[in-house]
């Protein structure tokens, strides 16, 4: 079964955005993964199609009712097994380890928030798990469900065409990836690192490790004290 992902959202007209681009979009096309974008005031009864109410207790902004979106997710996802994901700057950062785990189930149903965000009642009652995509602050949960497909749907079996690509990259090694070189040998006086055209294997490994190793405790060091991840990048 191929990966599946539907999203809850106000905007269903965001998607597939960049994702029906490039490889991804052509995945798409090829059936490798499916995506289904639902528009959640299709589950508001009134005839304004009302999502949103104001905060109790008072304060700023709107938020998205949990009766409305309850029945939005029970729509979906029904028992189904795949995880429920609230896009949220409250959740826990996307890791590329999450995103592993992600893409190796059946897919995934998400949820954009909107407004000042979603009652809590919803996130508690139906089990969402908020996913944060950065300290920072979006104006909606589009563009951040967006980022984390685009980081699942690229590592699914047969979406990248050279699957080797995806085992060296930042992070998988508990590293940052070291620096990248092609032609022209000479670019404004700057030449290619001399061991990257050695032919010396060992000594081009021994060097991307010791580039890798470089950056990360210069940009960061908090990988490092993640000991169980720092594993050597291997061939
Ligand atoms: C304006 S934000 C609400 C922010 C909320 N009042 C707070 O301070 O946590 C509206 C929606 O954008 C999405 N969003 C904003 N920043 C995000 C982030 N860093 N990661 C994931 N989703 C985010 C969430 O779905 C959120 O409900």
Excluded at 112 to 127: M, P, S
């Amino acid at each position: 079964m191929a990966f599946r992902a539907t999203i809850l959202t106000l905007y269903p007209e965001m998607f597939p955005g960049h994702l029906g681009h490039s490889l991804a979009g052509r995945a798409l096309e090829r059936g490798q993964w499916s995506l289904d974008a639902v528009q959640i005031r299709d589950f508001a009864e009134d005839k304004h199609r009302t999502v949103d109410d104001t905060p109790a207790g008072g304060g700023a902004g709107m938020v998205l009712r949990a009766d409305i979106l309850g029945r939005a997710i029970d729509h979906v996802s029904g028992d189904d097994a795949r995880p429920r994901l609230l896009m949220s700057p409250r959740g826990r950062p996307l890791s590329q380890a999450r995103v592993r785990e992600i893409a190796a189930g059946p897919g995934a149903v998400i949820v954009c928030g909107r407004f000042e965000g979603v009652d809590q009642r919803v996130i508690d009652a139906r089990a969402l798990e908020e996913v944060s995509i950065g300290d920072y602050i979006l104006s909606g949960g589009e563009p951040a469900a967006l980022t984390l497909l685009d980081a699942v749907v690229r590592i699914l079996p047969g979406v990248m065409g050279n699957a080797l690509s995806g085992v060296h990259e930042s992070f998988e090694g508990g590293l940052l990836e070291h620096p990248h070189y092609t032609r022209p040998q000479v670019f404004e006086e700057r030449e290619i690192p001399a061991v990257l055209t050695s032919g010396n294997h060992g000594a081009i490994e021994r060097w991307r490790r010791a580039e890798a190793e470089r950056l990360t405790r210069e940009r960061r060091p908090d990988l490092l004290s993640q000991p169980h991840l720092s594993q050597p990048v291997t061939k």
